[in-house]
């Protein structure tokens, strides 16, 4: 606990485990046992399954703040209780991650924002990366046109210019009350004081073991003396990282992107192979952007536009299952899973097609049309597979959980989501020289060459390749949900690809299968994403017979483990229908373990 820390009730994750049993909100129990289609696929869990609620969400009254790191959240529950808004507390938690989810939270990536103030319209913030401005089409390709494997994964190559510092700094100046150096103190605290790793930290940070035993710059901070990982109990202190967080206090982005900073990035850059330069750095500017937005059973969606792909597929997705009573067909029965398996099918394979709005023109309203919807479902077959490779792009008939994201709310109502990353765990896999910042591999989300997919299987197309200053299509889909004018739910989670549908699901769990946030979060989830053709489950989502049902309608399955992290708050009850005593619910998924919901 960092000194003067103030200690939060939260919730972290654990509790009870009921395997094979997924507990609805009106406390019935239904069977949710591993699929027996998968049962030898050797990425299936066995007999065990995802965790399911079992406990109420966190309340709060003054505000809640739900991320992937407990002290991320203590931090944002400290903001909010000095008196800053939703977007101060954001950037505080977005600044603490850097340090205490070095995995995914960073200073060396980008992301999104979605802030929706209590009174007014919802704006989004993209400090996405951009591609250096040496960057070409076919720099992961070799003479014959191949992409080389790991080029665009692995190493100062993959690197794209980083937005991060430039997105928060300027979501605080526009929308924030309070100083930078305040935001920043609890960060830069952690930082140079260092926090005593739990469990959980030392899973997440052992994912990066390898990568840095090679980096020496890596290795001091991250493996002990002798080169084994860290462990439980050992207090990890990052004291290059605290003195860049302190640069940004005191000088703002021109602490990153100027000076010292940028200069040691470069000279690693350099160093590496890679392709920045200072006017790469001292270029990049964020974007303010209008929301995607998107109506669905009376609820307003404020969602990510391009160049995310995650928006566009979150509300195509809910225009196609508007058109069928999803409560009626029930919670993961063979209806219901066939209307939501073919309405992914058909977005994913229409959010090939997009890119970044700066170069190529998006057919978003096209997408989004209610009567494009209507087309798609009635070339819904009820009872039958639709073949992937029978749907076209915008014809009717690559990304994990390698990023993190978070939720906040104030006593004012104003709710911001927040979805960034280092694109796979610790990017590219090094430290840029004595700044202590782990650096992105987002050039591996353009298209390293049309018609390929990226490291999670989308394929690529040509409005997503790569040149200079672009910024490459993401699935993050950083969400929040409107009624009447007001904020209700904020969600969003990391899982690359699989962004969208668990963003789906949670929202399906609350409006309508009427569940409580927790458990909307806990759902197990379902993924399809056009190419590769089988189904995603997670184990345990859906019954043998429902699996057994589904095979006959021409349906195959692939099992793995518990994919993606969402973080979701609920206004004025646990459930939409269900009043509480206090004004804000969080929930924090228990799919990772250092999660937690904080309320003011």
Not at 231 to 236: H, Y
Not at 238 to 250: D, G, K, N, T, Y
Not at 369 to 391: C, G, H, K, L, M
Not at 426 to 432: H, P, Q
Request: proline letters at 7%; hydrophobic letters at 40%.
């Amino acid at each position: 606990m960092v000194a003067g820390l103030r200690r939060f009730p939260s919730r972290r994750a654990g509790g009870l485990l009921l395997a094979g049993v997924l507990l609805l909100s009106d406390g019935v129990a239904c069977a949710a046992a591993v699929p027996a289609a998968v049962q030898d696929d050797p990425l299936a869990f066995g007999g065990t399954s995802v965790p399911v609620a079992s406990a109420p969400p966190v309340g709060g009254h003054e505000g809640m703040v739900v991320s992937a790191q407990t002290l991320a959240s203590q931090v944002g529950a400290r903001i909010l209780h000095e008196g800053g808004n939703a977007v101060d507390a954001a950037v505080a938690v977005g600044y603490a991650l850097a340090v205490v989810y070095p995995a995914a939270g960073n200073l060396g990536g980008g992301g999104f924002m979605t802030l929706r103030p209590a009174n007014g319209p919802a704006v989004f913030l993209d400090f996405r990366e951009h591609a250096p401005a040496a960057a070409t089409a076919t720099m992961f390709q070799d003479a014959k046109g191949n992409v080389i494997p790991g080029l665009s994964t692995k190493g100062w190559k993959a690197v794209a210019i980083p937005g991060t510092v430039a997105g928060l700094e300027l979501a605080r100046q526009r929308w924030g009350h309070l100083s930078r150096k305040q935001v920043m103190a609890p960060a830069i605290a952690l930082a140079r004081d260092g926090f005593v790793l739990a469990p959980g930290d030392v899973e997440l940070i052992s994912h990066g073991n390898d990568d840095f035993r090679r980096d020496p710059v890596a290795r001091r901070s991250f493996l002990r003396r002798d080169g084994s990982g860290l462990q439980v109990g050992d207090r990890l202190v990052q004291p290059e990282l605290a003195r860049v967080l302190e640069r940004i206090s005191r000088k703002g982005t021109d602490g990153f992107y100027e000076g010292k900073t940028a200069r040691e990035i470069v000279r690693a850059s350099r160093k590496g192979g890679g392709l920045l330069t200072r006017a790469d750095l001292s270029g990049y500017k964020p974007r303010i952007l209008p929301p995607l937005t998107c109506e669905y059973r009376g609820y307003h969606i404020d969602t990510a536009p391009p160049p995310s792909g995650g928006g566009v597929a979150l509300c195509e997705m809910l225009n196609i299952l508007s058109g069928y009573d999803m409560h009626r067909l029930g919670l993961y029965t063979v209806p219901a899973v066939q209307r939501e398996v073919e309405a992914m099918r058909h977005a994913y394979a229409d959010r090939q097609d997009l890119g970044d709005p700066a170069f190529v023109s998006n057919p978003v309203d096209h997408l989004l049309d209610v009567n494009y919807a209507r087309q798609v479902r009635a070339a819904i077959p009820n009872a039958r597979a639709v073949p992937s490779a029978a749907v076209r792009p915008g014809v009717a008939g690559n990304e994990g959980q390698e990023t993190t994201h978070y939720s906040v709310m104030d006593r004012d109502g104003n709710a911001v989501a927040v979805t960034y990353t280092l694109n796979g765990w610790f990017g590219a896999g090094m430290v840029a020289g004595r700044t202590g910042v782990f650096m992105n591999d987002e050039m591996d989300d353009f298209s390293t060459r049309p018609g390929a997919p990226n490291m999670f299987g989308i394929i690529g197309s040509k409005a997503n390749e790569i040149a200079p200053g672009k910024t490459p299509l993401s699935s993050m889909t950083p969400t929040v949900i409107s009624r009447n004018g007001k904020p209700v739910m904020v969600i969003g989670s990391p899982g690359g690809s699989r962004i969208p549908t668990i963003v789906l699901t949670s929202v399906l769990g609350v409006i309508d299968y009427g569940l409580d946030i927790q458990h909307a979060v806990d759902l197990p989830r379902i993924h399809e994403q056009w190419q590769p053709e089988p189904v995603q489950v997670e184990a345990g989502a859906l019954t043998p017979g429902v699996i057994a049902k589904l095979q006959r309608e021409g349906y195959s399955f692939r099992a793995y483990p518990h994919w993606g992290v969402a973080e979701g708050i609920l206004v004025g009850g646990p459930s939409l229908n269900t009043p509480g005593s206090d004004r804000y619910y969080g929930g924090a998924d228990r799919r990772h373990s250092t999660s937690a919901a904080v309320g003011e």
